[in-house]
């Protein structure tokens, strides 16, 4: 079984500028989730979805963080403009399904360097 | 306002010998619990859990176990191996409606040969 796919594994680019990041989740999984961790910090929810519908993106910062899941499989998370403070890894995981107390399986992570 | 709590950044054990990772909570809502064991530039993979029905769950040499009242629980790794060398991370949600993992900030797990 194919795991989560990320890509770019790496990206650096300076304050103001646009990214984008791609997730490809384990096939048949209907949750996918974005998390944020910067570095000494546990993984932050940014935005979870549930197939295409966004169910929860409170800590999501809309003015700058957009993301969306095409289909309700692939998704992508884009930041413009960045900030110093975005640097971070950006993981994205999947689940089976929501509210099932399911374990969440998580990509490689997109690292992410914001000078 | 940090809701699961992992107080200890850092561990060093002796091969062979027992680890005891700790993780406190705060929300009482929380009855699943999870962790997850990450190693650099890999993405966290999951472990083992345990449900707040339980007090104990054990899978070969892992063990977690869950103190309610105390709003605490700890992960046990017998025997510690240089493998285990990693950082583990506590987790916590609430089952049913869309479940939301919060994670705790992590503990750094090594084991000396």
């Known amino acids: 079984e194919a795991g989560v796919a990320q890509s770019p594994r790496y990206k650096i680019i300076e304050k103001r500028q646009s990214v984008a990041f791609w997730c490809n989740p384990i096939?048949?999984?209907?949750?996918l989730y974005w998390y944020q961790q910067i570095l000494g910090q546990g993984p932050k929810l940014l935005i979870q979805?549930?197939?295409?519908?966004?169910?929860?993106d409170s800590q999501l910062p809309k003015d700058r963080f957009s993301a969306e899941r095409l289909k309700g499989v692939d998704s992508t998370l884009k930041i413009q403009p960045a900030k110093l403070e975005d640097s971070a890894v950006y993981l994205c995981?999947?689940?089976?399904?929501?509210?099932?107390?399911?374990?969440?399986?998580f990509g490689s992570g997109t690292q992410l360097s914001v000078l | 306002d940090q809701q699961v709590k992992q107080n200890s950044p850092s561990l060093s054990v002796q091969e062979g010998r027992i680890s005891i990772l700790n993780c406190d909570y705060t929300n009482s809502m929380f009855d699943y619990f999870l962790w997850y064991k990450k190693y650099p530039a890999e993405g966290p993979t999951f472990l083992i859990s345990i449900s707040s029905i339980k007090d104990k769950n054990e899978d070969g040499r892992f063990t977690v176990f869950l103190n309610k009242s105390a709003k605490h629980l700890s992960l046990h790794i017998v025997p510690s191996q240089p493998g285990d060398s990693a950082v583990y991370f506590c987790?916590?949600?609430?089952?049913?409606?869309?479940?939301?993992?919060?994670f705790g900030i992590g503990t750094k797990l090594q084991v000396i040969p």
């Open positions: 995981a999947s689940s089976p399904q929501a509210g099932t107390s399911e374990k969440l399986f």
């Open positions: 096939s048949g999984h209907a949750t």
């Open positions: 987790a916590a949600s609430v089952s049913g409606g869309y479940q939301k993992v919060t």
């Open positions: 979805f549930q197939n295409n519908g966004v169910v929860d």
